[in-house]
Structures are given as C-alpha cells and as structure tokens.
C-alpha cells in the first residue's frame, strides 16, 4: 500500500453519501502529490493572504479592546471543529468539510455584515453588482489569491463556500446535484441578481454540514461575548429557548450537534428535530434583537451615521431612554375621560413587532407608580388629547425614565388595537367599564 492508499484509507468507513476524494473537479489541470484532493485544498487555503487577514477582523463586536472577544478567526475554527464532529459521526468527507469551513469567510471585510453592507452599496452604486461575503471569498480563491493566478480550488470546496449561509437557518438540508457550469452560473448570478444568494444549495452533504454548523458556531458564543462585555445578562435569554438548548455556549452546541447527528444518521440529508430547530430560530432572533441590531458604544453610533448617510442626506437618531413603558387609555369629545395607567413588559430590550406579536411580551395594569406621578401621566395624556383636538378615542404612550421618574410622551395612537386582549379595552376594563359597553359608549360619541 503506497502512502497516497494509505492516506485515502478513511473512505473505506465512508458513508454511501458521502463525497468521495476522485470526485474533487478542477478548473485546472494539475500535479498530484501524496495528499488527498480535498486534503491538499485545506493546505492552500490556510497559506492564503486571505486567511491570514482573518486574525484583525470583526466576528461581532468592533472597537472593543478586550482581547477574549472573538474574532472571524476563531469562529471558522469553531465552525470547521463542529463540522467534523458531525461529519465524523455521519461517516462524511472530513477533508471537504475542513477545507469548506476554513474558508467560508475569506471574503468578510472589515466591521462584519456592517461592513458587508457598506460595500454592497458601494458596489451597487458604481455598477459592480451585489457584493457579498462569500461571493468574495470564492473571487479570493478563484482569481485574486497566488498573484491574481487563484489557487486552483476544488469546485465541491468552492461551492460549499459559496452556498454557506448563516443568516438563513433551514430544518432540513438536502444536497443539490449540480455541474461545473451550475456553480460557475450560481456565481456570476450572485452579483448580477438580488437575493440570488438566498437561493443556493451545497451540491454536496459536506457542504449542507458546514451551513448549518455555522449557525452553530456564531449563536451561542456570540452570547458569551456579549456577556463579558456586559450588553446583556445571562438570565435575559427566554427560558423558551433556554429549556431546549441550553443557555452557555457549551451547552447550545452540544445540543444542536447531537440532535442533528441523531436525525441524519444513515440518511442523505441534514436534519432538525421541530423543537430545536424552533428554539434555533427563536435565539437567533433574540440575539439580533439584543445583541446585533443595535449600537453599544460611541464609535459604533459614528460608524452607523455613516452608514446612513449612504442612503440619505436626512438621518433619524432617538434618544435611548431606559425606563418603563406605560400607556394611558383616552375616552371622549368634548368632556374628556383618562383611564388607569397600564405598562408593557417586553420579552425582549425593546417592545418590537416580534417582541409584541411573537413572543407574547406582557401587559399589565402596574400598582408600584407614585400616585403623584400617575396623576401627572394621566393629565398629560389628557392635555395631549385636546391639544390635537382628538375625539371619541386614542391611546396616549408613555416612557418613565428609570431613577429620575421624567415622564417623556412618547406617542398618541388615535387608533389603537381593539381586540379583547388589547390594552385600551383592558385598560377600561379594570375600571368595571367592559368590552360591550365600551363599543357601545364609542358608538354613543361617534353619532354626537
């Protein structure tokens, strides 16, 4: 046995879909060596200069000096270990799902998605197509690395590359057959079509493997970063989501990573349990609401505003008020009635559509408001209401800034939610005034 047999010796334990080593396609011809096809690709990619910008750049969180934060670097280690485990357990092509991994993200700029839109407007202004990261990262490979000669990548490599989303988590991942020509069309798609990138299948199980253990990579460690920079608490992640993954880093992967071994075994296809995938999509929407979608520091608020500015000469900036939401309920024309006060407990930081219509975030009629203060609200609201010569209805919307009780009027809803479990009804409601005779007073109001 030479040791080119002795180093493809694995794929006797292969699984029936698995990619086997001859199947790698080239774009060139080129000299073999004693490695493996998909082996010898992992060699080119880790001495790329692209691989090596990974050190310096943004996984989350930019201008943060903390050195334990991670960086892009650590989570494509983190992706291609968690990769292999569920390719090693699956009988699959390690090699393939390494090389894959490793470079997923080639192509990420600088500040991360942040970034990643930036340019994309960029290049969208001056007529280069749509930018994205792992389009780049297949350019890198292709054209721009070895002295703008590529490297002569593996197609299985560069489509798994290519096909690697982790914005896009899905239950079930099936492989797409597809020719050298359906991979070089899915790529030039990408930048002449939008949200074509949505759209890709790997071609290959390996490739379905690395997709979703990017997921897997970023959902949970981007928690304990956010943890040690102090943006949010432990006990601030839904116990929805906590009683089916775990709320540590080390706990979500280990019970994401069993649960798709344990539904993909033996089978040519990716697979979620309903309850963890649900859990999934509902953490990973917590963390944008949380973590992602918002700026933490001064020099994020700059680079934000710039952002903007691409798109408009008028920008939007509110003040960040900590504090209690609280809504008061307006009744009447020309003799004006308010209601109790009523407060929102959002699930999540902020009472968004998902926070409100999703995750079913709580309203309550609050007992712990100085009777002085909730005079004052209900004054306000009243006050408001006739200053805008409002009649029959209207919610007025409060924020009471934490420590300092300022009472900030935030909105007027002149048509607020009416269904039973609406906040105006239930409002009235608390005062013996209920559904029906509520419809029955707006009617009174509306023929006056």
């Known amino acids: 046995m030479n040791i080119q047999e ?32 998909f082996f010898r690709d992992i060699d080119r990619i880790i001495h790329t200069e692209s691989y ?41 092509n390690e090699d ?7 470079g997923h993200d080639l192509g990420h700029v600088p500040f991360g998605h942040e970034g990643e839109r930036i340019l994309n407007a960029i290049s969208i202004k001056y007529n280069e197509g749509y930018f994205n990261h792992n389009v780049q990262s297949v350019r890198n490979l292709m054209y721009i690395e070895n002295q703008g000669n590529g490297q002569n990548i593996s197609i299985q490599i560069l489509d798994g590359i290519l096909c690697h989303n982790g914005e896009l988590e ?30 890709l299948v790997p071609m290959t199980l390996e490739g379905c493997v690395v997709r979703i253990s990017d997921i897997i990579g970023y959902i949970g460690r981007d928690i304990e970063d956010a943890i040690k920079i102090n943006l949010i608490n432990r006990s601030d992640i839904p116990q929805e ?57 001064k ?25 209690r939401e609280i809504e008061c309920a307006v009744l009447g024309n020309n003799e004006v009635a308010a209601s109790p006060l009523g407060e929102i407990l959002p699930k999540g930081e902020f ?17 712990d408001i100085d009777k002085d203060i909730s005079n004052k609200i209900r004054k306000t609201a009243i ?14 919307d409060f924020f009471l800034e934490k420590d300092t009780n300022r009472i900030i009027l935030n909105e007027i809803n002149t048509m607020p939610g009416f269904t039973t479990i609406s906040m105006y009804p239930k409002l009235w409601e608390s005062t013996g005034l209920s559904y029906s005779e509520l419809l029955d007073k707006l009617i009174s109001l509306a023929l006056e």
Request: hydrophobic share 30%; net charge positive; with cysteine.
């Open 52 to 92: 090596t910008r990974y050190m310096d750049k943004t996984q989350v969180f930019s201008f943060n000096d903390n050195d334990n934060i991670s960086k892009r670097m650590t989570h494509v280690q983190l992706v291609s270990k968690i990769a292999r485990t569920i390719g090693r357990a699956l009988s699959l």
């Open 241 to 297: 989501i906590t009683s089916v993954l775990g709320n540590t880093n080390r706990e979500i992967v280990n019970t994401i990573t069993l649960d798709i071994i344990n539904n993909s075994i033996d089978k040519p296809s990716i697979n979620i349990s309903k309850d963890v995938f649900q859990a999934i999509k509902n953490l990973k929407k917590w963390n944008y609401e949380n973590i992602y979608e918002k700026a933490h520091t």
């Open 170 to 199: 899905q239950k079930n991942y099936h492989p797409k057959t597809k020719t050298t020509n359906d991979f070089l069309n899915d790529y030039q798609s990408c930048y002449t079509k939008e949200n074509y990138i949505k759209t």
């Open 299 to 323: 020099e994020e608020i700059i680079k934000y505003i710039e952002y903007a500015s691409g798109f408009d000469n008028k920008i939007l900036i509110e003040e960040n008020i900590v504090g």
């Open 383 to 396: 006050k408001a209401y006739k200053s805008l010569d409002c009649s029959g209805l209207s919610r007025v």
């Open 6 to 37: 002795i180093m493809l010796k694995r794929e006797q334990l292969y699984s029936k879909y698995a990619t086997k080593d001859k199947k790698a396609i080239r774009l060139k011809n080129y000299t073999p060596d004693i490695r493996p096809n």
């Open 96 to 102: 393939l799902i390494e090389a894959i991994a490793l």
């Open 351 to 367: 009472y968004s559509y998902s926070a409100k219509y999703v995750d079913n975030s709580k309203t309550i009629i609050p007992d």
